[in-house]
């Protein structure tokens, strides 16, 4: 059983393919419209106008997500793939540059970073009875 996103998405899914041409219905294997149809949400009040465009329609991000997924698994031949893949990629590589821009956190950025490279060294001296000290407490811990 799949969630109810994903189920309502089914059903808005089943509405675009009963109104798409047989052209593109003979395209999509039976085995995924069988799964659409065993699966949608059939109390799912779908709001899709077939007289309508589907880009000037309010649907759900799972369906756009599902109609991406048949356009590239089914209706494309390998070249428009290549071409879609690339478009995907330069869609994903701007959304990532852009939520990085957005909440960079660059914990180094407008820091003066000193140089301290320069910084004397301490050496601290044991003096002679604590070395002496130390010697016998390894010369014991070795028995």
Known sequence: M???????????IKVILENSEDDIIKKIPKKFILFV????DKNYLC????????????I??????LIALIYRS????EVQKKEYDITLQKNENEYQNN????????IFKNKDIKNYTNLPIVIEKENIFKRIIKKIKLFIKGR
């Not at 939520?99 to 660059?106: C, E, G, H, P």
Request: with cysteine.
């Open 74 to 77: 089914y209706l494309c031949d």
């Open 99 to 106: 939520i990085r821009a957005k909440y960079d956190v660059d």
């Open 47 to 58: 709001n899709i106008n077939p007289n309508i465009s589907i880009n000037n329609q309010t």
């Open 2 to 12: 799949l969630n109810n996103t994903y189920a309502k998405a089914l059903a808005e």
């Open 60 to 65: 759900l991000d799972e369906t756009k997500y």
């Open 37 to 40: 149809q065993e699966n949608y």
